[in-house]
């Protein structure tokens, strides 16, 4: 039984996808966000294509997702990776091609750093993935800096019914 919280807590968490259906992929999980326990999916960003950033394989497809939650942060993670799983994740070895990555971004103005879990994410802001797509979503969330960061990485929003 997951721990709850007493009240929502707002939670952003990234999604990618770079092997077999990759966008139906990110569609699916972005689904399967708004079904988790005392969870309810609160926005989603648009989906964007990346070449992979310090890992391996085709292109990426990303989008960031607003939770509010009543669950704890380490069950959320336990929810992530069990969704990660579902979808056939593989861990073969570090920045592997995946056909599902969840990443808690933030999670509420909580500081977490344990074995587990680290947030805020430790390497988001220097990402245009997930730069991006937080930004539809929490345009106050990004700085000036933190766009300067990521200038020259490539990024390409798609349309809904880009396959």
């Known amino acids: ?19 077999g259906d990759a966008r139906q992929t990110v569609l699916d999980s972005l689904a399967a966000l708004a079904q988790l326990p005392a969870t309810v999916c609160t926005g ?11 890992a391996q394989g085709p292109d990426f497809i990303n989008a960031v997702a607003r939770l509010s939650t009543r669950l704890c942060a380490p069950d959320l993670l336990d929810a992530l990776q069990a969704l990660e799983n579902d979808a056939g994740r593989l861990r073969p070895y570090r920045h592997a091609p995946r056909t599902l990555d969840l990443d808690v971004l933030l999670y509420g103005d909580a500081q977490i750093d344990s074995s587990r879990l680290t947030v805020p994410h430790p390497r988001m802001w220097g990402r245009a993935f997930v730069l991006y797509p937080l930004a539809d979503l ?21 349309s809904e019914s880009m396959s």
Not at 8 to 18: E, M, S
Not at 44 to 54: G, I, Q, V
Not at 138 to 158: C, F, N, R, S, Y
Request: no cysteine; net charge positive; hydrophobic share 45%.
């Open 44 to 54: 989603r960003s648009r989906l964007y294509r990346t070449a992979p950033h310090e």
């Open 138 to 158: 929490a345009p106050d969330l990004v700085t000036a800096a933190h766009w300067t960061g990521v200038a020259g990485q490539k990024i390409e929003p798609l």
């Open 1 to 19: 039984m997951p721990a709850l919280q007493s009240s929502p807590v707002t939670a952003y968490v990234a999604v990618g996808a770079n092997l």
